[in-house]
């Protein structure tokens, strides 16, 4: 492990803490997924990215960690609270398909997208509609204690009977006499006691097709039981670290903790983490304004904001520029300079690959103390809440030395062997284990073996029958053959 400690800010402390966890070297890990009805939008990929980091931050130093994200399949309704139809069901319907289509459809989008932007997957990735008979179970802790009501065939969690001998709203800073005052009666919400209550399953109206057997009727679970019962199984009643997007803050995590405080008798999380949402050009990202792109059209550059396609990798680094927790603005020219601070991050992994250490070196590395603090200084922002714009900054500050070792400007005899390894393995660590960045190598193998057909032409016709030779057998080692032919030279595939 790195010797500096890595500190996080908590959400419910509003203040940076050092991460202990509860049971090291294990850490348990939940982040909130998608609800899957729609493609994956950039703002989910932010979120997600945050916590792919912090994921691989946390196995470099050496944590064993359990990550589960969930995929929400069902109870997650039209306007985020109790009254309107399952978002899944709607567009099932606006699609004429069954909703397992729908959530399969766009589950696989979303794997796609995250796998194109180099993100691992979790430890545990479960579903709600596989976890029915746990949030039934959670729910009737809840009526047994006093904390939840059946009415109508729903069942509601009661905020101000919790509210009695806990703090509802300490998570977001809502106040509950203002959120009364706020809150206004809805359609559907006569069945409840207060408009603050939040419904932990619904009846079924008979044309809903997502239903399942309760003991309180047909029906289906809450949007917020869910992740409560999934990540309760999984880590366990009190676990470390819970993620989401700044979105989610309220009402859905603070509808978890009470929920988990409610079944269990204590608090679930150590540290609750939220990562901040995106604009365009300074305005929020929105399909109404028309600046709202999907990830896929980055990539392809079909879109009129977009100037030209930005690879995925490109994405990646201009999102790691800008620290999770602060608004992060989309423009074309922030786009085109993060190509350039990739590019030059990669072509620092292929110095160091040409880098050969010399077999006689300095009796006294002059470069040691600096290039080990350079190194070293990497973490520090890494350590400081996950600041990965300052470890960018960093890692600059790093390839300059790496570069004039490069190019004779710093002599390698003047460090060490143990700091060259240092260095080197830091560097590469840094870069693609923790950062998650990659090459992205051109595949457009046509355009490459083309080329290369019109040298073996040029040699050919200048009868230069050794390099015609090597031109073969450096084909014949990717698996392709030369056809010379009376109309042409040609190649194919060896059979």
């Not at 009737?140 to 969690?157: N, P, Q, R």
């Not at 359609?187 to 309760?214: C, T």
């Not at 200048?462 to 009376?486: C, H, L, P, S």
């Amino acid at each position: 492990m790195q010797q500096q400690q890595l500190s996080l800010y908590n959400t419910l402390s509003r203040k940076k803490e050092v991460f202990e966890p509860l049971q090291p070297p294990f850490v348990g890990m939940y982040v909130c997924g998608p609800t899957v009805y729609s493609n994956v939008h950039l703002g989910n990929v932010r979120t997600f990215l945050t916590f792919d980091i912090l994921y691989r931050y946390l196995q470099h130093l050496g944590y064993k960690v359990r990550y589960v994200r969930n995929i929400t399949d069902v109870g997650h309704l039209e306007n985020d609270s109790d009254e309107g139809e399952d978002k899944i069901a709607v567009k099932a319907r606006l699609e004429q398909l069954e909703p397992m289509e729908i959530v399969q459809r766009y589950t696989n989008d979303f794997h796609e997208v995250l796998s194109q932007f180099n993100l691992l997957p979790p430890s545990i990735e479960p579903s709600a509609t596989g976890h029915i008979i746990e949030q039934i179970k959670s729910i009737e802790t809840l009526i047994e204690k006093g904390l939840a009501y059946e009415s109508g065939g729903s069942v509601y969690f009661d905020v101000l009977k919790y509210n009695e001998s806990h703090d509802y709203g300490k998570l977001s800073g809502r106040i509950i006499e203002d959120l009364q005052n706020e809150t206004r009666e809805l359609d559907g919400q006569a069945e409840k006691r207060n408009p603050l209550d939040f419904a932990v399953w619904k009846n079924a109206s008979p044309e809903h097709i997502m239903r399942w057997p309760s003991p309180w009727g047909i029906g289906f679970p809450g949007w917020h039981i869910e992740c409560t019962s999934m990540s309760t199984k999984y880590l366990g009643t009190q676990f470390d670290i819970h993620g989401g997007g700044m979105d989610l803050k309220f009402p859905h995590h603070e509808c978890e903790i009470a929920q988990a405080v409610g079944v269990n008798g204590e608090e679930p999380v150590r540290y609750w983490m939220h990562a901040n949402m995106l604009t365009v050009n300074g305005e929020k990202m929105s399909k109404s304004k028309g600046n709202s792109f999907l990830p896929g059209q980055l990539f392809t550059g079909d879109h009129p904001l977009l100037q030209q396609a930005y690879s995925p990798m490109t994405v990646r680094f201009f999102m790691l520029q800008a620290h999770y927790r602060s608004t992060l603005d989309f423009s074309n020219e922030a786009l085109i300079a993060a190509r350039k601070g990739y590019i030059k991050l990669i072509n620092g992994l292929h110095v160091l690959d040409k880098l050969a250490y010399p077999a006689e070196a300095a009796v006294v590395p002059e470069q040691d103390a600096e290039l080990r603090k350079l190194t070293t200084d990497c973490f520090a922002g890494l350590n400081d809440d996950l600041n990965t714009a300052r470890t960018i900054a960093s890692l600059f500050n790093l390839l300059k030395k790496v570069n004039s070792l490069y190019t004779g400007a710093l002599s390698l005899a003047n460090i060490s062997l143990d700091t060259f390894n240092f260095v080197r393995d830091t560097y590469q660590a840094l870069v693609l284990d923790i950062l998650g960045l990659k090459e992205e190598k051109t595949t457009n193998q046509e355009e490459y073996v083309n080329a290369l057909l019109i040298f073996y032409k040029e040699a050919k016709e200048a009868k230069n029958y050794a390099r015609v030779d090597e031109i073969r057998t450096t084909f014949k080692k990717q698996g392709i053959v030369i056809k010379d032919m009376k109309t042409g030279i040609d190649w194919a595939y060896e059979e």
